[in-house]
């Protein structure tokens, strides 16, 4: 694995082998832990689940597996894992995460719930993810290959108990009443907790959110979503 937080790579073609980024030095990541600033990101209703095909098992899409999705009487649109990777793409290449402002959380159709290590580097092609997922679902945990380190790990539901107490949280759907610029969302000084739907189709139902916003008068894509986000808290919060 290459090292490539803040450096340029020497070798362009190295860019899938990285699994992860070693935070800089100067990197202060003890908000984590408490209550400072930070957006934490939950991808909601994602669809990620592992089918056994043959001798092995493969994470279930509507292009590969259209034959066991038509057998077993769901739609096509049921099994979009694709729209997680386009999220995670978005979410963790970008400067707010780059600068430690960002943590993601995913929560699965079927009710597993993962943490993302701010470290990781998303497998840039779907295979490769896939293969990464279907690992995640059946050893509980992904660790970097040449250390300790967990890079995804399946946590204990419900998600509220791992948010900082007292944080907002929010829901995003275009069917919101409210059309809100992501730039009025963000808070001075304290973390906010915002739900993204992974789903193609439908809307989010998460019981703990405060309230929900739109934030544009079209609908948006999930990774568009997360994008618009991150670049409303990167401008408030002074990332460039």
Sequence with gaps: MSHKMGKKRKNRDDNDETEFDPAPKHLQTA???????????IL?????????????FELLNCDDHAGILKKNSREPGSSRPDIT?????????SPLNRAGL??????TEKNVLIEVNPQTRIPRTFKRFAGLMVQLLHKYSVRASD??????????????????????????????????????????????????????????????????????????????????????????????
């Design 147 to 240: 250390g300790p380190m967990k890079l995804l790990k399946i946590i204990k539901n419900p998600i509220t108990d791992h948010l900082p107490v007292g944080c907002k949280k929010l829901g995003m759907s275009f069917s919101a009443k409210k059309v809100t610029h992501p730039r009025e969302l963000v808070p001075a000084d304290e973390p906010i907790a915002i739900v993204v739907g992974a789903m193609a189709h439908g809307q989010v139902k998460a019981d703990y959110t405060e309230e929900t916003f739109s934030i544009s008068n079209y609908p948006l894509s999930a990774a568009i979503t997360c994008s618009k986000l991150c670049s409303g808290f990167e401008e408030v919060w002074g990332v460039i």
């Design 31 to 41: 908000h984590i832990k408490n209550q400072e600033k930070r957006l934490i990101v």
């Design 44 to 56: 909601e209703n994602a669809q990620l689940e592992s089918v056994k095909v043959g001798s092995s």
């Design 85 to 93: 990777h386009q999220c995670l793409l978005m979410l963790m290449d």
């Design 102 to 107: 960002l943590q993601v959380y995913i929560h």
